[in-house]
């Protein structure tokens, strides 16, 4: 029985893993609850992410 070894991972360039969600942000003593948009590169081994307060999201989209 082999007990370790690995799987190489071949990530091509320009291929993205894009995550969103929910999650809870503090911002200058603040607590609030908004969304997330997480974009990660793992070619280059680089991401993107930003976030949106739900009062920002819907007056961004009104």
Do not use: W
Not at 9 to 22: I, N, R, S
């Amino acid at each position: 029985m082999v007990t370790d070894g690995f799987l190489p991972l071949e990530h091509p360039p320009g291929e993205a893993q894009v995550d969103f969600g929910e999650a809870r942000f503090i911002e200058k003593g603040i607590t609030y609850d908004g969304n997330y948009l997480n974009i990660s590169y793992p070619h280059s081994n680089s991401g993107y992410m930003c976030s949106a307060s739900k009062y920002s999201f819907m007056k961004l989209h009104s």
